[in-house]
């Protein structure tokens, strides 16, 4: 049994005795038990009684205040060390996650437990965000894909948008994920009517330039590897160069998660 739980336990108990201490008093004078010289000899011993308990308890509750201070200053020294892993821009939000069930499960009782459960909550709302807009993402470009037509602009700009709104939640949560990053410049419905736009991308932005084949069509990207951002700045070095042109920042995982260099077409295919 904790400190704590004593302590209330003994305060109930003094407020119990003054209660039947009390009663007992008014008893004995309605019934004139006592003489008066006696009862006023119990009255003056019940006022110290009072004024001792009431004390008691006041110095119990001063003292389980600070102790409690005292012991979620340790808990915060203690936990303090592993805030970096939660805070880490390193880490993927599934290892931020594990991270808070762990403090949540060994912590004890109280508000920092409490603390722990919400953002774990808090968590696992975000990713269910991160999971509909990667399956959204994923359903637009089979749509793209399945279609005859070259992708349009505003096609290329939605799948781009739910990109930026993807990132946006990782940036909040100091999160990474685990992919890289295609700018794409343009589609086109051949491998010759491409290379004009390769060849511009390989002699202005990035010698990475290549020609991704999405089942019907030909799209010339620039891979990065890096962050997001790095996409997002190559993206805008393009538009300030040739502000004719388009250029939208798409995850790999989505729009092309695998390829194969195909010798026959000069490019590299999209499994």
Do not use: H
């Not at 739980?5 to 038990?33: A, D, H, R």
């Not at 880490?91 to 808070?100: A, Q, R, S, V």
């Not at 953002?119 to 965000?129: F, I, Q, R, S």
């Not at 030909?218 to 700045?233: E, L, R």
């Amino acid at each position: 049994m904790d400190i704590i739980k004593i302590s209330l336990l003994l305060n109930i108990f003094f407020i119990l005795v003054l209660v039947f201490g009390t009663i007992y008093i008014t008893l004995l004078i309605k019934n004139k038990t006592v003489e008066n010289e006696g009862i006023d000899k119990i009255i003056d011993v019940f006022k110290i009684a009072i004024i001792t308990t009431v004390a008691t308890i006041i110095v119990n509750i001063v003292s389980d205040y600070f102790k409690e201070l005292d012991y979620d200053k340790s808990e915060m020294v203690a936990f303090n060390e592993y805030i970096p892993y939660v805070i880490d821009t390193t880490g993927t939000i599934d290892k931020k996650i594990n991270f808070c069930k762990f403090f949540a499960s060994v912590t004890p009782k109280g508000d920092l437990r409490d603390g722990w459960e919400k953002y774990t909550l808090y968590l696992e709302g975000e990713k269910a965000k991160l999971v509909n807009l990667n399956e959204t993402s994923k359903a637009k470009t089979l749509s793209i894909t399945n279609k005859s037509q070259l992708p349009t602009k505003e096609e290329l700009v939605s799948l781009e948008t739910d990109e930026a709104q993807k990132q946006k939640i990782l940036s909040n949560l100091n999160a990474v994920e685990n992919t890289s990053y295609l700018v794409i410049l343009g589609a086109d419905l051949s491998v010759k009517s491409a290379t004009p736009e390769l060849e511009w991308a390989k002699e202005n932005i990035s010698s990475n330039a290549v020609i991704y084949k999405k089942r019907n069509f030909y799209t010339t990207v620039i891979p990065v590897n890096s962050s997001y951002q790095d996409a997002k700045d190559l993206a805008k070095k393009i538009k300030t160069i040739d502000p004719k042109r388009d250029a939208y920042v798409v995850s790999s995982k989505t729009w092309c998660a695998t390829t194969k260099f195909s010798n026959e077409e000069n490019c590299l295919i999209c499994n």
